[in-house]
């Protein structure tokens, strides 16, 4: 398993079927990431918490406490990423599980070479210095309407009001930020954020963007922050002020 130079980033497979966790870990390890397991809801939980690694590749069905549940209360605690590879491919389940916090949904079986695709581009995503956004100056803090976004600490408050983002929220709303004025495709979110193409049927990107409004308090029937282009994508609609160390730059 060590046979390839590690990346250093660290991730916790919760997984209660021994023998497939074995081989996913066994895999991964082989392609540069440090992999432990845990078999049951209660203990993913704490050691989630306390070993904050950059990536929780999480089960649904567990002995304990279910993935859902552990989802819900490591949110709390945990800025990582979270990975749902669960056998459940019920919309509403996909649905619960990014609600609660979840950065991408996976249905087993899973290939592992997709399995490997989806955690490169949930890890991507979440540096900084991707070159997703490499078009945009050095920047501190950028105001929109009410909305505050601080890049550094890629956090965000509303009428200076702290607004919990997850890590899949937090990307989508500085890529339309980053394209304010201009429409943005599904297919372009998702191969931006994702890493893969737009099939025409996966509605994440819609669902991420209602709770998205919800939490900025934008009206989901008149929204006047992010608009709806039917049969297009989305537009950042509102003025954007861009806060630099010396100097304001408002683009209108």
């Known amino acids: 398993m060590g046979n390839t130079l590690l990346n ?15 081989l996913v870990q066994e895999f991964l390890c082989k392609n540069g990431y440090l992999v432990e397991v845990v078999t049951n809801g209660i203990d993913a939980t704490q050691q989630i918490i306390e070993q904050q690694p ?6 649904i069905m567990l002995p304990g406490q279910s993935g859902m549940d552990v989802c819900r209360i490591v949110r709390r605690d945990y800025g990582g990423l979270i990975l749902m590879l669960t056998s459940l491919d019920e919309d509403m389940d996909q649905m619960l599980g990014l609600e609660l916090g ?21 890890l991507r995503r979440a540096e900084p210095s991707h070159t997703l956004f490499h078009s945009v100056k050095p920047q501190i803090t950028s105001t929109l309407k009410a909305l505050s ?3 550094q600490k890629r956090s965000i408050s509303v009428d200076n009001q702290d607004i919990p983002l997850t890590t899949a929220e937090y990307d989508l709303l500085n890529l339309l930020i980053h394209h304010a004025g201009n429409i943005v495709t599904r297919e ?15 509605r994440s990107i819609d669902r991420r963007i ?7 308090n934008d009206d989901p029937v008149n929204p006047q ?12 609609c509102a003025p954007v002020q861009k806060v630099l160390e010396n100097e304001n730059i408002t683009n209108d």
């Open 8 to 22: 250093g980033k660290r991730l916790i497979l919760v997984e209660d079927d021994v023998e497939l966790a074995s």
């Open 102 to 122: 979840a950065d991408d949904y996976v249905i087993k079986p899973v290939k592992p070479r997709l399995l490997l695709s989806r955690i490169k581009a949930l």
């Open 225 to 236: 922050i992010i608009k709806t282009i039917r049969s297009k994508g989305y537009l950042l």
């Open 54 to 59: 950059d990536l929780v590749i999480l089960d």
């Open 188 to 202: 372009a979110i998702l191969q931006s954020l994702r890493g893969f193409e737009y099939d025409g049927l996966d």
């Open 210 to 216: 209602s709770r998205l409004r919800k939490k900025l």
């Open 149 to 151: 976004v601080d890049f």
